[in-house]
Protein backbone atom coordinates (compact mmCIF):
# COMPACT_ATOMS: atom_id res chain seq x y z
CA UNK A 1 0.00 0.00 0.00
CA UNK A 2 1.04 3.41 -1.09
CA UNK A 3 1.91 5.91 2.07
CA UNK A 4 3.44 9.21 2.70
CA UNK A 5 5.59 9.40 5.38
CA UNK A 6 4.02 9.42 8.73
CA UNK A 7 4.72 12.79 9.70
CA UNK A 8 3.71 14.37 6.56
CA UNK A 9 0.97 12.87 6.19
CA UNK A 10 -0.25 14.07 9.43
CA UNK A 11 0.39 17.44 8.61
CA UNK A 12 -1.68 17.32 5.54
CA UNK A 13 -4.25 15.20 7.53
CA UNK A 14 -4.42 18.32 10.12
CA UNK A 15 -4.30 20.95 7.58
CA UNK A 16 -6.76 19.25 5.02
CA UNK A 17 -9.53 18.13 7.22
CA UNK A 18 -9.31 19.98 10.19
CA UNK A 19 -12.30 22.42 10.86
CA UNK A 20 -12.91 23.03 6.70
CA UNK A 21 -15.15 26.29 6.24
CA UNK A 22 -17.88 25.90 3.36
CA UNK A 23 -16.57 26.09 -0.32
CA UNK A 24 -19.08 26.86 -3.14
CA UNK A 25 -19.83 24.29 -5.34
CA UNK A 26 -18.14 24.12 -8.47
CA UNK A 27 -15.56 26.42 -7.80
CA UNK A 28 -12.78 24.62 -9.31
CA UNK A 29 -15.01 23.57 -12.19
CA UNK A 30 -15.26 27.59 -13.00
CA UNK A 31 -11.76 27.67 -13.69
CA UNK A 32 -10.12 27.73 -17.08
CA UNK A 33 -6.73 26.37 -17.84
CA UNK A 34 -5.17 29.77 -18.08
CA UNK A 35 -6.43 30.56 -14.41
CA UNK A 36 -3.83 28.29 -13.13
CA UNK A 37 -0.22 29.77 -12.06
CA UNK A 38 2.59 27.16 -12.47
CA UNK A 39 4.35 26.43 -9.13
CA UNK A 40 6.80 23.81 -8.90
CA UNK A 41 7.65 20.27 -10.63
CA UNK A 42 7.49 17.05 -8.49
CA UNK A 43 9.01 14.67 -10.43
CA UNK A 44 7.57 14.39 -13.74
CA UNK A 45 4.43 16.36 -12.10
CA UNK A 46 3.85 19.94 -13.06
CA UNK A 47 2.06 21.67 -9.20
CA UNK A 48 -0.35 25.06 -10.12
CA UNK A 49 -2.26 26.97 -7.49
CA UNK A 50 -5.01 29.38 -8.25
CA UNK A 51 -6.70 32.31 -5.71
CA UNK A 52 -10.83 31.17 -5.59
CA UNK A 53 -12.97 33.97 -5.30
CA UNK A 54 -13.82 34.75 -1.17
CA UNK A 55 -11.20 32.20 0.03
CA UNK A 56 -7.82 32.99 1.44
CA UNK A 57 -6.69 29.56 0.07
CA UNK A 58 -5.69 28.52 -3.42
CA UNK A 59 -6.55 25.61 -5.12
CA UNK A 60 -3.79 23.04 -6.05
CA UNK A 61 -3.46 20.98 -9.31
CA UNK A 62 -1.54 18.12 -10.29
CA UNK A 63 -1.03 17.49 -14.41
CA UNK A 64 1.17 14.65 -15.59
CA UNK A 65 1.37 12.60 -18.62
CA UNK A 66 0.09 8.90 -17.54
CA UNK A 67 1.21 5.85 -19.64
CA UNK A 68 -2.03 4.18 -19.80
CA UNK A 69 -5.45 5.01 -21.49
CA UNK A 70 -7.98 7.14 -20.22
CA UNK A 71 -10.58 4.47 -19.68
CA UNK A 72 -7.13 2.63 -17.49
CA UNK A 73 -6.95 5.20 -15.67
CA UNK A 74 -10.74 5.95 -14.72
CA UNK A 75 -10.88 2.63 -13.45
CA UNK A 76 -8.61 3.13 -11.02
CA UNK A 77 -10.19 6.77 -9.85
CA UNK A 78 -13.14 5.42 -10.10
CA UNK A 79 -12.40 2.04 -7.84
CA UNK A 80 -13.79 3.40 -4.37
CA UNK A 81 -14.33 0.12 -3.29
CA UNK A 82 -10.60 -0.44 -3.43
CA UNK A 83 -9.22 3.23 -2.49
CA UNK A 84 -8.13 1.89 1.21
CA UNK A 85 -5.60 -0.08 -0.52
CA UNK A 86 -4.14 2.40 -2.22
CA UNK A 87 -4.88 6.42 -1.82
CA UNK A 88 -3.17 7.44 1.00
CA UNK A 89 -4.67 7.59 5.01
CA UNK A 90 -8.44 5.62 3.53
CA UNK A 91 -9.64 3.33 5.93
CA UNK A 92 -12.92 2.27 4.71
CA UNK A 93 -14.61 3.39 0.95
CA UNK A 94 -18.08 2.21 -0.09
CA UNK A 95 -20.62 2.74 -2.41
CA UNK A 96 -23.57 3.81 -0.79
CA UNK A 97 -26.01 3.95 -4.00
CA UNK A 98 -25.65 4.77 -7.77
CA UNK A 99 -28.16 6.48 -9.60
CA UNK A 100 -27.39 7.34 -13.26
CA UNK A 101 -24.03 9.25 -13.73
CA UNK A 102 -23.99 10.23 -10.07
CA UNK A 103 -22.61 7.96 -7.03
CA UNK A 104 -22.96 8.73 -3.32
CA UNK A 105 -19.75 7.22 -1.94
CA UNK A 106 -19.04 7.41 1.86
CA UNK A 107 -15.16 7.41 3.35
CA UNK A 108 -13.17 7.36 6.42
CA UNK A 109 -9.96 8.43 6.62
CA UNK A 110 -7.27 7.23 9.61
CA UNK A 111 -4.63 9.98 10.64
CA UNK A 112 -1.86 9.53 13.01
CA UNK A 113 0.02 11.98 15.52
CA UNK A 114 -3.49 11.43 17.75
CA UNK A 115 -5.44 13.76 14.75
CA UNK A 116 -9.37 12.77 14.73
CA UNK A 117 -10.36 9.72 11.65
CA UNK A 118 -12.71 11.69 9.28
CA UNK A 119 -15.33 10.56 7.60
CA UNK A 120 -18.12 12.02 5.03
CA UNK A 121 -20.35 11.23 2.28
CA UNK A 122 -19.47 12.94 -1.35
CA UNK A 123 -21.60 13.15 -4.26
CA UNK A 124 -19.40 11.96 -7.70
CA UNK A 125 -20.46 12.62 -10.82
CA UNK A 126 -18.55 11.81 -14.58
CA UNK A 127 -19.26 12.04 -17.96
CA UNK A 128 -19.08 9.08 -19.23
CA UNK A 129 -22.38 9.03 -20.95
CA UNK A 130 -21.70 12.32 -22.64
CA UNK A 131 -18.07 12.43 -22.91
CA UNK A 132 -16.18 13.02 -26.32
CA UNK A 133 -14.18 9.98 -27.17
CA UNK A 134 -10.93 10.09 -25.15
CA UNK A 135 -12.25 12.87 -22.85
CA UNK A 136 -13.50 11.88 -19.09
CA UNK A 137 -14.24 14.20 -16.58
CA UNK A 138 -14.66 13.50 -12.82
CA UNK A 139 -15.67 15.92 -10.00
CA UNK A 140 -16.48 15.21 -6.50
CA UNK A 141 -18.86 17.53 -3.64
CA UNK A 142 -19.09 16.82 0.04
CA UNK A 143 -22.93 15.97 0.99
CA UNK A 144 -23.36 17.96 4.10
CA UNK A 145 -26.61 16.28 4.97
CA UNK A 146 -25.60 13.16 4.89
CA UNK A 147 -22.31 13.12 5.97
CA UNK A 148 -23.78 14.93 9.10
CA UNK A 149 -26.18 12.00 9.99
CA UNK A 150 -23.34 9.61 10.24
CA UNK A 151 -22.84 8.35 13.49
CA UNK A 152 -19.71 10.37 14.58
CA UNK A 153 -18.18 9.29 18.67
CA UNK A 154 -14.54 10.64 18.12
CA UNK A 155 -14.72 10.91 14.53
CA UNK A 156 -14.86 14.16 12.54
CA UNK A 157 -16.79 15.14 9.36
CA UNK A 158 -15.54 17.93 7.75
CA UNK A 159 -17.46 21.13 6.57
CA UNK A 160 -16.03 20.36 2.81
CA UNK A 161 -14.40 19.13 0.80
CA UNK A 162 -14.21 19.08 -3.55
CA UNK A 163 -12.39 18.49 -6.30
CA UNK A 164 -12.14 16.91 -9.89
CA UNK A 165 -10.02 14.87 -12.55
CA UNK A 166 -9.52 15.47 -16.21
CA UNK A 167 -8.33 12.40 -18.44
CA UNK A 168 -7.51 13.34 -21.96
CA UNK A 169 -6.36 10.34 -23.98
CA UNK A 170 -3.41 10.41 -25.86
CA UNK A 171 -1.02 8.26 -28.59
CA UNK A 172 -4.36 6.61 -29.25
CA UNK A 173 -4.87 4.93 -25.87
CA UNK A 174 -1.21 4.54 -25.13
CA UNK A 175 -0.93 7.53 -22.65
CA UNK A 176 -3.27 10.33 -20.77
CA UNK A 177 -3.00 13.72 -19.91
CA UNK A 178 -4.20 14.00 -16.30
CA UNK A 179 -5.14 16.45 -14.59
CA UNK A 180 -6.09 16.48 -10.51
CA UNK A 181 -7.52 19.38 -8.52
CA UNK A 182 -8.51 20.24 -4.89
CA UNK A 183 -9.60 23.36 -3.24
CA UNK A 184 -9.97 23.37 0.94
CA UNK A 185 -10.57 25.87 3.03
CA UNK A 186 -9.22 25.41 6.81
CA UNK A 187 -10.27 26.72 9.95
CA UNK A 188 -8.50 28.55 12.46
CA UNK A 189 -5.24 30.24 12.30
CA UNK A 190 -3.48 27.77 10.43
CA UNK A 191 -1.19 30.00 7.84
CA UNK A 192 -2.16 29.94 3.89
CA UNK A 193 1.49 28.95 2.90
CA UNK A 194 1.34 25.79 5.38
CA UNK A 195 -1.40 24.37 3.70
CA UNK A 196 -0.53 25.10 0.27
CA UNK A 197 2.99 23.24 0.52
CA UNK A 198 1.19 20.32 2.04
CA UNK A 199 -1.53 20.21 -0.82
CA UNK A 200 0.99 20.55 -3.60
CA UNK A 201 2.92 18.08 -2.20
CA UNK A 202 -0.23 15.76 -0.97
CA UNK A 203 -1.72 15.70 -5.10
CA UNK A 204 1.82 14.80 -6.19
CA UNK A 205 1.94 11.52 -3.94
CA UNK A 206 -2.14 10.62 -5.47
CA UNK A 207 -0.93 11.17 -8.81
CA UNK A 208 2.58 8.40 -7.34
CA UNK A 209 -0.64 6.46 -5.90
CA UNK A 210 -2.65 5.99 -8.79
CA UNK A 211 0.86 5.30 -10.85
CA UNK A 212 1.33 2.60 -8.85
CA UNK A 213 -2.14 0.81 -8.78
CA UNK A 214 -1.84 0.95 -12.95
CA UNK A 215 1.24 -0.78 -12.87
CA UNK A 216 0.27 -3.08 -9.70
CA UNK A 217 3.87 -1.99 -7.99
CA UNK A 218 1.78 -1.24 -4.22
Given at each position: ?5 Q?GL???C ?5 G?L ?8 G??P?D????R ?5 DI ?7 S??P???A ?9 AL??V??DY?H?R????S???SR??AR?M?TL??Y?R??F?L?V ?7 Q?T???D ?17 S?SL??G?V?VP?A???S???A ?15 VE?GG ?6 L????E????Q???A ?6 G??
Open positions: MVRINVGLVLLFLSMPVTAGALQLAEWTFSRLGDVYRQSINGGFAVRHARISASAKYAISEFDFIPVVDVLQSTVQLGPMADRHYVIVDNLQADEGLIKLTWQLDRQQLTSRVDFSGWRLELEEGRATDATYSIHPSLPAWLLTASRYVFVIQVRRRLSDE
